[in-house]
C-alpha cells in the first residue's frame, strides 16, 4: 500500500499549522481589545439578574403557556445579539434573566415587550420641561400638525430630512424633530403610574398595575376631543409609561416621542408590527446616520400602501411600547413594495438591537422590571482553578500514558496536545470577541474531554504502526502505511463525535451548549491537528536513525515478534519440504 500523499511534505505541512497559529495570535494580539483572556460565564465571573414580574391588563395572573413564549422569545433575541452565556428561566410568574458582565441595561434591553403599530399622527406639541404645552385651540379632529425638520418618506420607503411647515396646532415655532429622537429605551423600570397615587394599602401588585393601566387608558385613550387635549397638557415624558406595551391598537393615543421633547396625538392603528416580515439594520450612507429597514408581509404591505396614499404630506408614527420611535411625514404615495425604513438617532448597536427586536416579534406579555441585582460567581476563580488543573492533571496523565507505553514517541503526542491547546485557546479568545461566546465551567469540561479525544487519535496511529511492524516491515515503512490504516479509522471516529456535539448543542439548553460547542472545537481541531502536526512529525522520526532505535521508539517487543514470526514461517516452508 502506497503512502499517503497527504503526508509527502511534513515540513510543508508543519509551516501551515504554524501560519495558521500565527494568524490567531495576530488577531488576539493586535485586533480589538487585543487582550489575550477568554470571556467568561456567569459561573466562573458572576453576572448581572433582573427579575421580570408581568403586567396584565385586567391583572389576571400570567398563563405558564404566555409566560414560555415569553421565555422562547427573549432567548431568541439573546441569540440574535450574541449575548452568550446568558440564562432566561421561568422562576413562578415571574421571569428571570441573568447575562455575564455588570451590564444591566443589556438585562433589561432583552424584556421589552416590542409591540410596534403604525398610527396616523393628529396633533403634536413640544414638550416643555417634560409637559405638553397647553393649546389654545384644536382637538383631535383639527389639521394634522406638522413639526419643523420632520423627517420624510421617500417613494421608495426611505426617510431623508425635510422641513414641514408649522401649523396653528403647534403653538410654538420651535420643537425637536421625531426623526431626531434618540431609540426607543429597550424596556421600562419599576413603574411609576403618571396617575393620581395609588390609596395607600389594601392592593396587591396585580391589582395595582390593572389601576394604573386602566387609568392611563381612561386619559391618554380616550375618545373625548377635551379629555384628549387635557391628557396632551398633564402627559409629563420625563415619568416612567404605565401604559407601555398595554395600549389598544383600536383606540386614539397620547403618546410621548422617545426623546421626551414632543407629545403627540395618535389615531388608531393602522399597520400591526405582526405584519414585519423582516428587520434589518444598516448604515444609511447618504445621511450618515444608522437605521432599520422593514420588510412587511403581504397585508402589512397593501396596508402601508394605502396608508402613505391617505397621508400624503401629513405624519405617521412609529410607535413602539407607547412611545413614538418616529413620526416622518409622507411625502409620496402610494409606496408599493412593502419596505421602509426606521430613523433617529440610533447608534449601531441600538440600531441592530431594535431590529433584532421586531424581527422576533413583541412578547405575549409586558413586564414590570425590578433593578439590575449583581449575581456573584456560582463557582468562582477557585472552581476555575480547580477546572484548569483538572485539564492539566489530565494532560499530565496522557503524557505519562505515552511516555511509558510508547516511549520518545510520547513527546510527539505530547507536542500534538500543546499545539492543539494553544490554537483552541486563541480560537476561545477570538469567538469571545465576535460572537459574544462565553467560557464557563461545562466548556471547560468539554475541553478536558477534548484531551481524552486527541489522546486517542494518538493510540490509534501508533497501534496501526505497530500491526505493520508484527508483519515484518520496518519502522520507516510502517509508519506512513500505519498512517493510511489509521486516518480512516480517525476520521470516523471524529465524525461521530462532531455529529454528537451538533446535536447536542441543537436539542440542549444553558451551559450544556457551551459543553458541546467547545466538544466541537475540540473534534474539529483534532483532525487538523492530525494532519498538519501528528502526521507529518511521525513521518519524520520514520526517516531519523535515531527514532528507529528500539529503545528510542519502545517498539523493540514488536520487532522481536516479527523476527520470531519470520522464523517460524521459514522454518514451516522448511518442515512442508
Excluded at 483572556?37 to 389576571?60: E, H, N, Y
Excluded at 403610574?193 to 395607600?200: D, E, G, H, M
Excluded at 409586558?366 to 456560582?378: D, G, K, L, R, Y
Aim: aromatic content about 6%; proline content about 7%.
Amino acid at each position: 500500500m502506497p503512502p499517503s500523499q497527504g503526508s509527502a511534505h511534513p515540513l510543508r505541512l508543519l509551516g501551515v499549522y504554524a501560519v495558521l497559529l500565527a494568524v490567531i495570535y495576530a488577531l488576539v494580539f493586535f485586533a480589538g481589545d487585543h487582550s489575550p483572556t477568554p470571556k467568561l460565564g456567569i459561573d466562573l465571573q458572576g453576572g448581572t439578574r433582573v427579575t421580570l414580574t408581568a403586567r396584565t391588563p385586567d391583572g389576571s395572573k400570567p398563563s405558564q403557556d404566555s409566560l414560555r413564549r415569553a421565555q422562547t422569545i427573549i432567548e431568541n433575541r439573546v441569540n440574535g445579539l450574541g449575548v452568550s452565556g446568558s440564562e432566561v428561566v421561568i422562576d413562578g410568574d415571574n421571569l428571570v434573566i441573568t447575562v455575564p458582565g455588570d451590564d444591566g441595561g443589556q438585562a433589561k434591553a432583552l424584556a421589552t415587550t416590542a409591540k410596534l403599530y403604525i398610527r396616523p399622527v393628529l396633533q403634536a406639541v413640544p414638550a416643555v420641561g417634560g409637559k405638553g404645552t397647553p393649546q389654545a385651540s384644536g382637538t383631535a379632529g383639527t389639521t394634522p400638525g406638522a413639526i419643523p425638520d420632520a423627517t420624510q418618506l421617500n417613494p421608495d420607503g426611505t426617510l431623508p430630512t425635510q422641513s414641514a411647515p408649522t401649523t396653528a396646532a403647534v403653538p410654538t415655532t420651535e420643537s425637536a424633530p421625531a426623526a431626531e429622537s434618540t431609540p426607543q429605551p429597550r424596556v421600562f423600570p419599576a413603574q411609576a403610574p403618571t396617575s393620581p397615587p395609588a390609596p395607600p394599602g389594601g392592593l396587591t401588585p396585580q391589582e395595582q398595575a390593572k389601576k394604573e393601566i386602566a387609568d392611563a387608558k381612561a386619559t391618554r385613550q380616550s375618545t373625548d376631543p377635551t379629555v384628549q387635549q387635557a391628557a396632551m397638557a398633564a402627559m409629563d415624558c420625563s415619568k416612567a409609561d404605565p401604559l407601555a406595551g398595554n395600549d389598544d391598537p383600536n383606540l386614539p393615543l397620547v403618546a410621548c416621542a422617545t426623546d421626551g421633547k414632543e407629545i403627540l396625538l395618535l389615531d388608531k392603528s393602522r399597520i400591526d408590527g405582526q405584519e414585519i416580515k423582516n428587520a434589518t439594520s444598516g448604515l444609511n450612507q447618504q445621511q450618515a446616520r444608522h437605521e432599520v429597514n422593514l420588510e412587511f408581509k403581504s397585508e402589512g404591505s397593501d396596508a402601508w400602501a394605502t396608508l402613505t396614499g391617505e397621508y400624503i404630506n401629513k405624519r405617521v408614527a412609529f410607535v413602539l411600547d407607547s412611545k413614538v420611535v418616529s413620526a416622518p411625514v409622507v411625502q409620496s404615495g402610494p409606496q408599493q413594495g412593502g419596505r421602509t425604513t426606521i430613523s433617529g438617532s440610533f447608534t449601531a448597536a441600538s440600531a441592530k438591537e431594535l431590529a433584532n427586536t421586531l424581527k422576533y416579534g413583541s412578547l405575549p406579555l409586558s413586564f414590570q422590571t425590578s433593578e439590575a441585582e449583581t449575581v456573584s460567581a456560582t463557582l468562582g476563580l477557585s472552581s476555575l482553578r480547580a477546572g484548569l488543573l483538572a485539564g492539566a492533571i489530565g494532560l499530565a496523565v496522557v503524557l505519562l500514558y505515552c511516555l511509558a507505553y510508547y516511549r520518545m514517541l510520547g513527546f510527539l503526542a505530547g507536542f500534538s496536545l500543546v499545539a492543539s491547546g494553544v490554537a483552541v485557546y486563541g480560537i476561545i479568545v477570538l469567538l469571545g470577541r465576535w460572537i459574544g461566546f462565553t467560557l464557563d465551567l461545562a466548556g471547560i469540561a468539554g475541553l478536558i474531554i477534548g484531551i481524552g479525544l486527541t489522546a486517542d487519535s494518538f493510540v490509534v496511529f501508533f497501534e496501526r504502526i505497530k500491526d505493520e511492524m508484527r508483519e515484518g516491515r520496518s519502522f520507516r515503512s510502517a509508519v506512513p502505511r500505519g498512517w493510511q490504516r489509521a486516518q480512516r479509522t480517525n476520521l470516523s471516529g471524529k465524525t461521530v463525535s462532531l455529529i454528537a456535539s451538533v446535536v447536542l448543542y441543537i436539542l440542549a439548553a444553558g451551559q450544556v451548549k457551551g459543553f458541546a460547542f467547545t466538544l466541537g472545537i475540540t473534534t474539529v481541531l483534532d483532525v487538523i491537528v492530525l494532519y498538519l502536526v501528528t502526521a507529518p512529525l511521525m513521518m519524520l522520526a520514520s526517516r531519523s536513525p535515531f527514532w528507529a532505535k528500539p529503545s528510542v521508539n519502545g517498539l523493540g517487543a514488536i520487532q522481536e515478534v516479527a523476527r520470531e514470526r519470520r522464523a517460524g514461517e521459514a522454518l514451516v516452508k522448511e518442515t512442508s519440504r
